[in-house]
């Protein structure tokens, strides 16, 4: 089984966003990159595959010069080869640009399966996977927690979260998946496995290679447009409740009553 | 030239979701603005009877009964609203941002090969007269405000509980079509075996009005079930911290943070959670926040309205009593 692995670097979780007084962007200055979180449950799904099934894990990402690492990270967990659509024309694709870019990269490639995260936590549209599977003409399921392959390898049985529970669905492959926290529990890479990363290819692909048209393609090729970024509003300073426990509780009751009217 | 704003009305458990009527509420603001149709889009099978509520709001309900779409397909539910966009042409196509919107819409916008803004916490018609959609980034911690190409219709998803609902005034009936669902079974390539509901049936923590969440605080799964009685007074649903749902004290579904679940209560009460970026950024844009830490240097504490210096396992079981006296009175 070839399972492709859509990938993308963003900011830590931890990382303090600022705004640029402007409104053009965010500062970038000291910003910590990492793999999305997702993309991690995603990578190692396809190496879990890969070690019961055979075949090969492959990772695709768009992104600048930088998420070269997130690439090696994933290389370093275990997966096989990769693939980086880098190219200034890429640069601001929205969903839909970026599921075209990577559905062209991917058309090149043998595949059973599609396996991305569920929504990169950088720009939080989780809009990707589903726009690739409309592309490429595949059944795609949403926020999958659990993954079973058919013997035959034709179908797949997952588990996926929904409001107030869990759906159980069978999908024909190939397919897209996108993956959910739970699914299982991503590998840290190995010293071993970071020596051998160096070796694996990453290959590069830019506009040229990829072969759209320029106007197909990052924020050309784009549906929608960022016009401005601001900061969330600001909170005013809170109260602190004071008083023995009783009397302190009290308070409190009495002020989301009146005061604030949220009871 | 396309016209119509158009909104997906969801159906859960027989009956239509509350988001849709904010939608809807939304859409007649800006219909009016535009000078155009509001039209409403119910799919689903026996659903004729949710029709008439959709008309008290709707200037047309669009409605398409077939058994393929009693149970939630991607395939099915794209088919029929990607013939029915295609033949229509509205300018504007709206869904909630729930699990089926979420879903579903980034399929049809990559169909129609139109934009899709998902996870809006705010919509206006700009001046020249396209939609612009204001949503979170970086699970709130700024914000952006997206435009349009000249693609149509423009797609926006919002979220549950963030725009006002308007009942209307019950002087208006729109009206009512049923439309040929036209699925062809052989393209349906999913199949729903089995849908298990959680043991406890609760709201959602995602359209919750009040959250009560625990953190590492808790110290462990049966601590929670303080929160779980302060909630059942409160009719609250339970969150936890990433600390917590890592600890394997709760389910990752009631995780609230950026790798969690972004909410936007009216109260979130925060027990135990010391507040770290993550968690911040997935609560920050509740209506009011509670905190109580015994940590007086808790983060937490400078994103509450209201704190309580103390240990949570003294103060809720006395908070839930207080609320219970409050709640008994009125």
């Keep these: 089984m070839n399972v492709i692995v859509c990938m993308k670097q963003v900011p830590d979780t931890e990382t303090l966003i600022k705004v640029k007084p402007d409104g053009s962007g965010i500062v970038t200055d000291d910003i910590k990159y990492v793999m999305n979180p997702y993309c991690e449950f995603a990578v190692e799904e396809s190496l879990r595959i890969k070690e019961k099934q055979g075949g090969a894990s492959i990772l695709v990402t768009m992104g600048p010069a930088r998420a070269v690492e997130t690439l090696r990270t994933g290389l370093a967990m275990g997966s096989d080869r990769s693939i980086h659509l880098n190219d200034p024309a890429f640069e601001g694709a929205d969903g839909f640009a970026t599921a075209k870019a990577l559905a062209e990269a991917i058309k090149k490639e ?24 409309e592309l490429l003409n595949l059944p795609h399921v949403t926020l999958i927690t659990k993954l079973e392959i058919s013997a035959d390898k ?15 669905i069978e999908v024909g492959l190939p397919a897209v998946l996108t993956c959910q926290k ?11 496995g970071i020596m051998k990363a160096k070796k694996k290819e990453v290959k590069a692909i ?17 549906k929608i447009k960022i016009m401005k ?35 | 030239m396309a016209k119509g704003i158009w909104v997906f009305a969801e159906v859960k458990d027989k009956n239509i979701r509350k988001v849709t009527f904010e939608l809807l509420s939304q859409g007649r603001k800006m219909a009016e603005k535009l000078g155009e149709e509001l039209v409403a ?20 309900v669009f409605w398409a009964d077939d058994p393929a779409l009693a149970q939630y397909t991607t395939d099915a539910y794209a088919s029929v609203l990607a013939n029915l966009l295609k033949e229509h042409q509205p300018s504007i196509f709206l869904c909630g941002a729930t699990v089926i919107g979420k879903d579903l819409s980034p399929r049809l916008a990559a169909r129609l090969e139109t934009g899709l803004a998902t996870d809006c916490t705010a919509l206006s018609i700009g001046d020249n007269g396209a939609l612009v959609a204001k949503r979170p980034v970086y699970a709130g911690k700024a914000f952006i405000e997206l435009g349009f190409s000249e693609a149509r219709p423009q797609m926006a998803q919002i979220r549950p509980n963030v725009l006002e609902m308007v009942p209307p005034d019950g002087s208006k009936k729109g009206s009512i079509a049923k439309v040929d669902a036209k699925i062809d079974a052989g393209s349906l390539r999913t199949t729903v075996l089995e849908v298990v509901k959680s043991a406890a049936a609760k709201v959602d923590l995602t359209e919750a009005e009040i959250i009560v969440s625990g953190g590492r605080g808790m110290k462990s799964s049966e601590n929670f079930k303080v ?56 609560m920050g844009s509740s209506k009011v926040i509670v905190a109580i830490n015994k940590d007086p240097d808790a983060p937490i504490f400078q994103k509450a309205d209201y704190g309580i210096v103390e240990d949570l396992f003294k103060v809720v079981p006395v908070l839930s009593e207080e609320f219970k006296k409050l709640l008994s009175e009125s």
């Design chain 1, 110 to 133: 043998q595949y059973d399966l599609i396996l991305c995260g569920k929504q990169a936590v950088d720009d939080d549209m989780a809009q990707v996977g589903q726009s690739l599977a």
């Design chain 1, 154 to 168: 034709k179908k797949a049985k997952v588990e996926r979260e929904v409001d107030g529970g869990k759906e159980v």
């Design chain 1, 182 to 192: 739970g699914l299982n529990e991503p590998r840290y890479a190995s010293l071993p």
């Design chain 1, 206 to 222: 830019n506009l040229g290679a990829l072969g759209l048209p320029a106007d197909q393609v990052g924020a050309a090729g784009s």
């Design chain 1, 229 to 263: 970024y601001s900061s969330p509003p600001s909170r005013p300073p809170g109260k602190i409740v004071t008083g023995e426990i009783l009397e302190a509780a009290q308070k409190l009751v009495k002020l989301l009553r009146e005061e604030a009217k949220v009871i």
């Design chain 2, 41 to 60: 889009v119910l799919l689903g099978s026996e659903v004729e009877g949710l029709t008439g509520r959709l008309a008290e709001y709707a200037d047309k």
């Design chain 2, 227 to 282: 929160l779980e009685d302060l909630a059942e007074v409160i009719k609250a649903t339970v969150g936890a911290s990433r600390a917590a749902v890592d600890s394997g004290w709760r389910e990752h579904g009631d995780q609230v943070g950026q790798t969690g679940k972004v909410v936007t209560p009216n109260l979130y009460i925060a027990c135990g959670i010391s507040g770290a970026i993550q968690h911040l950024a997935g």
